[in-house]
């Protein structure tokens, strides 16, 4: 059985930072890709970062590029997202991902969009974790 564990959202200010984490068990951690998604209240689940396998590769939503930094440590089975200069129209319940794929490339669209389509179903997701930025 796979277990997906986010931690490290929270309230902050805007510019500040915080740092998300995800533990996942239960599967061949250092073989899938992995990220994170968010959705805001009234808004659809967007993609917002995702990390290859081996760590090579890296998706951002053009809203997070250049302040969000995904990184992640095999042999912790963990992923990070490491969040930068955060803005109000951040703040969302952020879901943590592991995807059936070995790359992002795999699930990003023509548009550049992370874009999971029939693999929605067969990508295991967290609780998710609340993100609040105050302006």
């Known amino acids: 059985q796979v277990h997906v564990v986010e931690s490290g959202g929270g309230l902050v200010q805007a510019g500040g930072s915080l740092r998300l984490s995800c533990t996942v068990s239960?599967?061949?951690?250092?073989?899938?890709?992995m990220g994170w998604f968010r959705q805001a209240p009234g808004k659809e689940r967007e993609g917002v970062s995702c990390i290859g396998w081996n760590g090579r590769n890296t998706y951002y939503a053009d809203s997070v590029k250049g302040r969000f930094t995904i990184s992640r440590d095999n042999s912790k089975i963990t992923h990070y997202l490491q969040m930068s200069t955060l803005k109000p129209e951040d703040t969302a319940l952020y879901y943590c991902a592991a995807f059936p794929v070995r790359e992002c490339a795999t699930i990003t669209n023509r548009a550049g969009i992370l874009d999971l389509q029939d693999l929605y179903d067969y990508t295991n997701w967290g609780q998710g974790t609340q993100v609040t930025v105050s302006s």
């Open positions: 239960g599967l061949r951690f250092d073989d899938v890709a």
